[in-house]
């Protein structure tokens, strides 16, 4: 009866670390998914901030035609000197939307989706001496602009943040 | 210690040690972006030095020089080319390659003088698509 009472018990204990391996192996699986996806997020993020970044610092003018909380529409010159104008604006029926950019001279103004799952784009705008402009439209006086933006991963379990403030020289 | 409990915790150290090295790779692949971004910031700074050496070479006189600046200056750990080229206009364009840590960026600029010196007027980073994917 002893060694039944023995057997039954080594029985149970060796199941009890079995389920508990299980249980972290599932554990750890769950959080390199996380972890992986949130740095791929950050990698596919990397280009269109970059993008978005380097046409504010082609902004021609302090006047920006659409200086608004979550779109951005103003004239940039080309590395010839040209004008067109870039915008950028989100569209999407859910919270993560797709951030869109449309150039005048690129592909008749047809708008072209750089990136998904953005859950917020944000813009403020800042005078000369660093004083907070008011959004809206055809806002003069603009000399830096600070972009916030969040991305999600696909499977909504984290997100990415940018911020970063741009001070285009030809303004 | 039984055989079967040693193997039995060899297999938990070999789960936790793969486990271990691929959240180093996730970690390490987000460590590589931020490197990155800074890399290229500095080579940005690299590059904008250039067009300011075009300035400087100008000197203070409005009349433009036979000879058109250009060089190569190492500075900041990376090394900044430029060159200076005619414009219509009395204008001239000034082109300046930054290089650092395997990031290269390009600006073209346009200076005037605007007494008592050469300004840069104008200046645009040059899209680059190999740049773009060194970011990633």
């Not at chain 1, 998914?33 to 978005?52: F, H, N």
């Not at chain 1, 302090?62 to 979550?70: D, G, I, M």
């Not at chain 1, 933006?149 to 940018?162: P, R």
């Not at chain 2, 073209?108 to 680059?128: C, G, H, M, N």
Request: glycine fraction near 8%.
């Amino acid at each position: 009866m002893g060694t039944m009472l023995d057997v039954i018990g080594s029985i149970v204990i060796r199941g009890a670390i079995m389920l508990a391996l299980i249980n972290l192996t599932i554990q750890m699986n769950t959080a390199l998914y996380q972890k992986t996806a949130l740095a791929s997020t950050r990698q596919s993020t990397v280009i269109p901030v970059q993008i978005m970044c380097d046409d504010i610092y082609r902004a021609k003018t302090s006047v920006f035609e659409k200086a608004k909380l979550n779109e951005i529409k103003f004239s940039a010159g080309d590395i010839n000197d040209n004008s067109e104008t870039v915008y950028y604006y989100l569209e999407g029926a859910t919270s993560a939307k797709g951030l869109y950019r449309q150039v005048s001279s690129i592909n008749n103004n047809t708008p072209a989706l750089i990136a998904h799952n953005v859950t917020n784009m944000t813009f403020e705008y800042y005078d000369l001496d660093g004083v907070a402009k008011s959004p809206g439209e055809n806002v003069g006086g603009i000399k830096s602009i600070k972009l916030k933006l969040t991305i999600q991963t696909d499977n909504n379990s984290g997100s990415t943040f940018w911020e970063k403030n741009i001070f285009p020289p030809n303004i | 210690m039984g055989m079967s409990k040693v193997i039995l915790a060899s297999g938990v150290f070999v789960i936790v040690g793969m486990y271990s090295l691929s959240f180093r790779a996730a970690d390490n692949a987000t460590s590589v972006v931020a490197l990155a971004q800074a890399i290229h910031s500095q080579t940005e700074q690299i590059a904008l030095a250039g067009t300011k050496f075009a300035a400087v070479d100008l000197g203070g006189s409005a009349s433009i020089p036979t000879i058109l600046p250009s060089g190569s200056v190492n500075l900041m750990g990376g090394t900044v080319s430029y060159r200076t080229d005619p414009l219509p206009s009395s204008k001239l364009k000034v082109t300046s390659v930054g290089t650092y840590g395997g990031h290269s960026v390009t600006y073209l600029a346009t200076v005037e003088f605007v007494s008592p010196r050469w300004q840069v007027k104008r200046i645009y980073e040059v899209p680059d698509a190999a740049e773009f994917s060194r970011l990633n």
